[in-house]
């Protein structure tokens, strides 16, 4: 009989370490800008981003959602980067507010489309939610995808997502045992009453 507590209070207490652990990053965040300088000065040959108007997180209906609601109107760092030749990892945008940094690693950039009136650029990279001093604060760095449309207009149209399913970590199956050991407690008992 003590052993079965003991090995229900083992998985208990490894149920209970598990609500502990970080999560991965959920949400969407989109960002508007009133433009942006190419290299060359024509969307048709532009291999890289020199410089950035000033960004900020939309608002209204394109409003952040999931681990990015409330940072509506807040400013962004977009660096300049280049999109001609092979990506070397780099940190795409950060957002500061709240005593929190969210910034995205950009790890890949495909041109979709690219002509004399329009520029669409889209990757993949990670995102990450620090303190000011990039410790943890309790969420994993999670895969996402981001693009980049430029009409050469001005009101450039910046979008990241990362939509990962939240696992678990093992709880579900702590507690499926945890009922099982349960289960063999109470038959045991049943059999030492009759």
Request: net charge neutral; proline share 3%.
């Amino acid at each position: 009989m003590k052993k079965l507590l003991s090995l229900g209070g083992l998985l208990l207490a490894l149920a209970a370490a598990n609500f502990a652990s970080a999560v991965p990053i959920s949400g969407k965040v989109y960002f508007n800008s009133t433009g942006a300088t190419v290299d060359t000065g024509n969307l048709a040959t532009a291999n890289a981003y020199t410089g950035f108007d000033p960004v900020f997180v939309s608002t209204g209906l394109s409003s952040p959602t999931g681990d990015y609601a409330g940072l509506g109107g807040v400013a962004v760092t977009f660096n300049t980067f280049n999109f001609g030749t092979p990506v070397v990892l780099f940190t795409l945008w950060t957002i500061i507010s709240g005593g929190l940094k969210y910034t995205f690693e950009a790890s890949s950039v495909t041109i979709t489309e690219q002509n004399v009136n329009f520029l669409n650029l889209k990757g993949n990279g990670l995102a990450k939610i620090t303190d000011l001093l990039d410790n943890d604060v309790g969420y994993d760095a999670t895969s996402g995808t981001w693009t980049i449309t430029n009409t050469g207009q001005g009101g450039q149209v910046f979008t990241f997502g990362a939509t990962t399913a939240v696992p678990d970590g093992g709880t579900t199956a702590a507690l499926m045992g945890l009922g099982l050991v349960a289960v063999g407690m109470i038959a045991r008992r049943r059999r030492a009453i009759a």
